[in-house]
């Protein structure tokens, strides 16, 4: 019985791998741009520009459409062109003149290797899923020491609260040291749990979408919030509150972590009030 349940196991593996395969063997006959050492910033840049991009549009949009309001948090703000180019100019400036020499560094000690063989399915979404709780619970310790810590707060993290209703383009304006302890945490987990490439990919794409989410300022039937059972997860007015109050829900996206420590403050939706926003 345990001989055919390890057999089953195997061709589930199997099959999981081969659904991969010829993604895998598509990104790898473009090893010139993805074993480039420009790569890992043009990813970065491109990536969360391409998510950022529909929430700029939907802004510019809202003071025509009164429909899209009743989906934003805050209906009666919209960040003016004064507020996007400093966030935009930001992220471009930090990522040329800081992550980009890193980057390069970094490659040259170590080159880019893609492995042959696909990752397993099952194990690309459970190392996804374990990246993600691991980075949770870093970025939780590392944001409420930067909040109890006044030194901290002042210096490094600040910048990222001078827009007290978030935006998607207001995600990446924070310092250069949160931009780097953010990638720190992404490389550590990614490196201990020994992640393929392709489950890399993955999760830094999904990482950067969270993220942009949770600062876009707009709670659709669809956002993540709402898919995921049980309030697990935060999610866009989660996370607005922590920028409207300061002293709640640390974490970036799971629950658990505020729950356990006192700081957890739900959001209007999950008292019961269902009305898209409306302002806490």
């Known amino acids: 019985m345990s001989g055919s349940n390890s057999s089953e196991l195997r061709v589930l593996c199997s099959s999981g791998q081969l659904l991969l395969q010829p993604l895998w063997d598509r990104l790898r006959t473009r090893d010139a741009l993805t074993q480039s050492p420009f790569f890992p910033v043009i990813f970065a840049i491109t990536t969360y520009m391409a998510f950022c991009l529909p929430f700029v549009v939907l802004d510019a949009l809202c003071p025509w459409v009164p429909a899209l309001r009743r989906y934003k948090i805050?209906?009666?703000?919209?960040?003016?062109?004064?507020?996007?180019?400093?966030?935009?100019?930001?992220?471009?400036?930090?990522?040329?003149?800081?992550?980009?020499?890193?980057?390069?560094?970094?490659?040259?000690?170590?080159?880019?290797?893609?492995?042959?063989?696909?990752?397993?399915?099952?194990?690309?979404?459970?190392?996804?899923?374990?990246?993600?709780?691991?980075?949770?619970?870093?970025?939780?310790?590392?944001?409420?020491?930067?909040?109890?810590?006044?030194?901290?707060?002042?210096?490094?993290?600040?910048?990222?609260?001078?827009?007290?209703?978030?935006?998607?383009?207001?995600?990446?304006?924070?310092?250069?040291?949160?931009?780097?302890?953010?990638?720190?945490?992404?490389?550590?987990?990614?490196?201990?749990?020994?992640?393929?490439?392709?489950?890399?990919?993955?999760?830094?794409?999904?990482?950067?979408?969270?993220?942009?989410?949770?600062?876009?300022?707009?709670?659709?039937?669809?956002?993540?919030?709402?898919?995921?059972?049980?309030?697990?997860?935060g999610g866009v007015a989660h996370h607005d509150l922590h920028h409207s109050q300061f002293n709640c829900n640390f974490a970036p996206y799971f629950t658990h972590w505020d729950k356990l420590l006192g700081t957890l403050r739900p959001c209007p939706s999950q008292l019961g009030d269902e009305t898209p926003g409306k302002a806490p």
């Open 74 to 233: 805050h209906p009666d703000f919209s960040p003016s062109v004064q507020q996007l180019l400093p966030c935009l100019g930001r992220t471009l400036y930090q990522h040329v003149v800081f992550v980009l020499p890193v980057t390069l560094l970094h490659w040259a000690h170590a080159p880019a290797f893609l492995p042959p063989e696909a990752p397993e399915l099952l194990q690309l979404l459970r190392h996804v899923v374990l990246c993600l709780l691991l980075f949770d619970a870093e970025f939780f310790a590392w944001h409420v020491l930067h909040h109890k810590v006044p030194w901290l707060y002042r210096t490094f993290h600040k910048l990222h609260h001078q827009n007290a209703s978030s935006f998607a383009l207001a995600t990446q304006y924070m310092s250069i040291w949160e931009l780097f302890s953010l990638g720190f945490f992404d490389m550590v987990n990614v490196t201990l749990l020994g992640c393929h490439p392709l489950t890399v990919l993955v999760f830094h794409v999904l990482n950067v979408w969270l993220s942009v989410e949770d600062h876009s300022g707009y709670d659709f039937p669809w956002s993540t919030h709402r898919l995921v059972p049980f309030g697990w997860y």
